[in-house]
């Protein structure tokens, strides 16, 4: 076995400890609600779990160091894998509720493997697509493992895994691989510890927050739980629309400060820098969408019914552009342009560094500044110098061209990516579904938010639940990594076949190599 495999695996161990612990973590509810029934399958995820990293782990223990090629794969297959564990309890108490009496329809669905995977990937990717049909009719184990999921996939496992353990490899290439570059410590560790802190005092301030304007106890602490992570699963029919208007509006701070990056949740508890909020460009320009989006939505609502639809207009842009999945309206009856405004949204997603999905803010002014900077090159005078400036810092023309060809890279790949989900998805959707619906059904499981125009369904043909979970998976490792893990075969097999030619051409060399290692 090659020595990187070694160092793959053995970091998977690792990753593999994450549903193990959150099922352990989960049994003292299934007492507490008195559904015990759900210990058993709940053990058994802990088992599975923690059982496969532990033997991963030692295994491989002594493994080299990884280089971030090695960890990009090593997340892909992480986040490929931990959803996998994660679908027990559903398939599990799912099968046990089936033998009641009157059994749920909305928990029958979830024997269907598909379903129970599709849930999960939904879940740890903080997307939000749910193949629960009436949330409230769920055990509230499983309202809570759904929750949970999404508490974790928002702020990352990488970062739940370097705050508890010391991996043996580089931190920083794991904590890189995930999608994550800023620091507000000294150390990777110390970040992530750091951004544990924050991501607590939010969760429990989210929480508080909702009891304090009418939600129940229950109600709060999961929807303060899946907003701070802009995950958007809800526990009711009809996610926040079953609240009152109050409660909606109390809603909308809580999925704006989850797409604000967690450099400036730091500067702004910790040193009361209020100014922080709108310090960079990233920032700047996620308040100038979130103005812009809900104005452009208030006009088309005018246009298309000649009415005005604040709230929810306010709520959902907020909910598009940050991520969130939360949703006070059927947006399915929106007009195709206010299906495009939301789209748009979606890919755009929030800040860098926080727990959103999309695009990010960064990549989307880097893309920006390249237009501008084009115009003013047209414009230079012979004897002028061009200028580059970035968050008022002046920079190199090789930093600016580093910039724009890594946001335009992954922009390419994450609108090739939306048009094969597209492709597919026109193959396997119902005729009632417009084109505009799949491209929003698309642009939502990509950037792991959660919106759905009705084609994420129980009964969506497996092959479009399939495309779905690709499109949650890549959108929320943000692409590259999981095409390195979809293409390590073909560089496997290019390997052996480099190496077979190498031998027919150059016969004497392999047998002088084959005499040396005899001689040792």
Known sequence: MSPYLKTILRDLGLLLHVPGVMALVSIPLCVLMGEYYAIVPFLWTALASLGSGQLLYRLFKKAEGSRLRHSLITVALGWGLIPCFSTIPFLLIASHLATTPIPSPTVLYFQEPWNALFEAFSGFTSTGL?????????????????????????????????????PSTDAYQLYNAEGRQQRIGLTVTETVRKIWWIYLLYTLASVIWLRVVGMPWWDALNHGMTGISTGGFAITDNSIAAYSPLIQAAVIPIMIAGAISFPVHYQLVRKGKLSALWQDTQHQAFWILLILGIGALVLEHYWFGEQFFWLDTIFQWASALGTCGFNTTDVSYWSPTGKLILTLGMIFGGASGSTVGGLKLTRVVSLFKAMLWR???????????????????????????????????????????????????????????????????????????????????????????????????????????????LTLPLGMLRGVISRKMHRMHNPKSDQQTKGKRKGK
């Not at 970035?390 to 724009?404: H, M």
């Not at 499981?445 to 399939?466: C, E």
């Open 130 to 166: 749910s193949m629960a049909l009436h949330a409230n009719e769920l055990p509230r184990t499983l309202q809570w493992w759904r929750s949970f999921m999404e508490w974790i996939g928002g702020v990352g496992v990488i970062v739940l895994m370097v705050s508890l353990l010391e």
């Open 375 to 485: 115009f003013q090159r047209v414009s230079l005078q012979p004897h002028q110098m061009m200028r580059y400036q970035l968050d008022g810092k002046v920079i190199t023309e090789a930093e600016a061209n580093r910039r724009i060809e890594s946001a335009g890279v992954l922009t390419s790949l994450w609108l090739g990516a939306i048009a094969l989900g597209v492709i597919v998805l026109l193959h396997v959707t119902l005729p009632q579904y417009s084109l505009s619906d799949i491209i929003f059904e698309a642009a939502s499981a990509l950037g792991s938010v959660g919106l759905s125009t009705g084609i994420t369904h129980p009964n969506l043909s497996w092959m479009g639940k399939f495309m779905l979970i690709v499109l949650m998976w890549m959108g929320r490792l943000e692409i590259i990594p999981v095409l390195l893990l």
